[in-house]
């Protein structure tokens, strides 16, 4: 499936209401990869569309990436809640795994 934010959109979600369909680009990221605490990481992004709850301010989306379950094959991404313009998602992925053991790797060489 083809999301319809433009090229430049790093993130997109797909709105249906009253049988029809659109997309909201929650925007591009910001930052680089942050770590939180327990395994679990963060990207954000800003600049998406406009809001339509609150007037002169953008979509945005925050997603945290927690390590999957070493017997999960495929990755979930959980939609948590939308407060105000922002989106918050959770994604169960192996990749916050491995990403971690670089990080480890990493604070131990320096």
Not at 43 to 71: F, H, Q, T
Not at 100 to 105: A, E, G, K, T
Request: one cysteine or more.
């Amino acid at each position: 499936m083809t999301m319809n934010c433009g090229k430049d959109s790093g993130a997109c979600i797909e709105v249906k209401s009253d049988g029809k369909t659109k997309y909201v680009n929650l925007g591009t990221r910001n930052s680089m990869v942050k770590f939180i605490s327990d395994g679990v990481y963060m990207l954000k992004y800003d600049d998406g569309d406009p809001c339509e709850a609150e007037e002169g301010v953008n979509n945005s989306a925050v997603i945290a990436m927690r390590p999957a379950w070493p017997n999960e094959v495929e990755e979930r991404l959980v939609l948590s809640e939308k407060v105000g313009c922002t989106t918050f998602f959770m994604l169960f992925t192996r990749a916050a795994r491995s990403y971690n053991v670089i990080m480890d790797l990493k604070l131990k060489t320096f």
